[in-house]
């Protein structure tokens, strides 16, 4: 490898090394649970073939004059036993200068990727092919088909492209003020960690469900992550800004990009509550509002908005100290008081059949911070679907009237686990 190789930031990883510290840590988890105990010796071997196919995961994050960027790292990622909560701080100090981890507990594999390297569809093709070389070195008869990366081929230049600039358009700006949001107010862990409650629920039951109301699954769970903050924390008038749930969209179903960077954009639901709140009102809105910003005339503002940002002659020459003090402003006044909570939706997760029978389930945990202390991550696995609420606050209300709902109201079957992390709160 040339141990010259440096990469740009992609442009919404820009952002990213400059918010992240130990209450925003900026790191999102997928994990996969197996059907056997982890190896772990089988696991360190899979790790260091797989990062090898992965170039723009493998570095250093270097600080220059006017930003950072990013150095290929020829040290060892070292695999580790889980002891801490999710998602949390890395420091690449003390991980051999990586921005993600990879660790082992029982039947589960997890990766943690700080998000300046990639979004979940990155991810996401990360740990299909560390799963699936995790099987063959531990001697599975194992057939990638054609849904996996291999270790051994030599990664394409369109998986290492900002598409960001590709697909650039130049189009009118959006405007930059936005109406703030209700914000979850509780109070937060100490020691400050992230608890997790998940629950799996039947893929085909929930999607009968949302398909008797007429919606997607994606509508259906906003729409029920509204009428729950709504019914634990505003139903007596008490407030009046909108809840605003930002819902991540992977710009690759829409333009066709094989990147394995960051590749999405966020659109805001916004429903102002009332005096009756029906469910039936909140689903239509969502569900209007999900289809009127996902739309591709919709989303090119919002992709203009950012690159014109960074090509901006000022911006480009601004020392990176104090572009980081502006970038910091920004993201508390545009990020965290314009959104309520967040899901994260990464869909259907597919392996060929020869994985997919060692796999039980997946999860995706998507770090909350004290700006923004509760956030969902969705995915699913062989008709599985797992729900992660992660919370860095004490109070618990939202997250069991969600699941509640689900199960009293919708009639779902729920499967419900947690780290406990809770349990230490003051303890420790």
């Known amino acids: ?107 589960r594999i997890s990766v943690e990727t700080h998000h300046s390297l990639s979004d979940g569809s990155g991810a996401i093709e990360f740990i299909k092919t560390l799963t699936y070389t995790y099987l063959k070195r531990s001697g599975k008869d194992v057939d990638p088909g054609d849904e996996i990366l291999l270790p051994n081929e030599i990664p394409s230049r369109y998986e290492m492209e900002d598409s960001f600039h590709k697909y650039y358009q130049a189009c009118e700006r959006q405007a930059k003020k936005e109406e703030d949001a209700f914000m979850i107010q509780g109070t937060v862990f100490k020691p400050f960690g992230n608890h997790v409650d998940t629950g799996v629920v039947d893929v085909q039951e929930i999607r009968k469900i949302a398909k008797d109301h007429g919606v997607t699954i994606t509508t259906f769970l906003v729409a029920r992550l509204i009428r729950s903050i709504y019914e634990e924390s505003m139903q007596y008038g008490l407030y009046t800004e909108p809840i605003k749930i930002a819902v991540p969209v992977n710009l690759r179903s829409i333009f066709p990009s094989k990147t394995l ?17 029906e469910f039936k009102d909140i689903l239509q809105s969502v569900q209007r509002q999900l289809i009127e910003k996902t739309r591709k005339d919709s989303l090119y503002p919002k992709i203009a908005d950012h690159v014109e940002s960074e090509r901006f002659f000022l911006s480009r020459f601004i020392p990176l100290g104090l572009k ?56 699913s696995v062989n008709d599985k679907m797992s729900i992660s609420i992660s919370r860095c606050i004490v109070e618990p209300g939202i997250t069991k009237r969600f699941f509640r709902s689900l199960v009293k109201e919708d009639g779902a079957h729920v499967i419900i686990y947690s780290n406990e992390w809770e349990a230490f709160h003051e303890n420790l």
């Open 324 to 379: 980081n003090m502006i970038l910091r402003f920004a993201y508390r006044r545009y990020g965290t008081k314009v959104k309520t909570a967040t899901i994260s939706n990464l869909g259907r997760i597919s392996f060929p059949d020869s994985v997919s029978k060692w796999v039980d389930r997946m999860e995706v945990v998507f770090y909350p911070s004290t700006g923004s202390p509760l956030n969902f991550g969705i995915s």
């Open 261 to 277: 960077r960051n590749f999405f954009s966020v659109v805001h639901v916004v429903v102002r509550p009332d005096d009756s709140m």
């Open 1 to 107: 490898m040339n141990t010259n190789q440096w990469y740009r930031l992609d442009n919404a990883a820009k952002i990213f090394p400059t918010i992240s510290r130990i209450e925003n840590s900026a790191t999102y988890r997928l994990a996969i649970t197996l059907t056997e105990e982890i190896d772990p010796d089988f696991l360190q071997e899979a790790v260091d073939q797989t990062l090898t196919r992965y170039p723009t995961l493998a570095v250093w994050l270097r600080r220059g004059y006017f930003w950072y960027f990013f150095e290929n790292n020829e040290n060892q990622l070292l695999i580790e036993k889980e002891t801490r909560t999710p998602c949390g701080h890395i420091d690449p100090i003390f991980n051999n200068g990586y921005l993600m981890k990879v660790f082992y507990y029982g039947k």
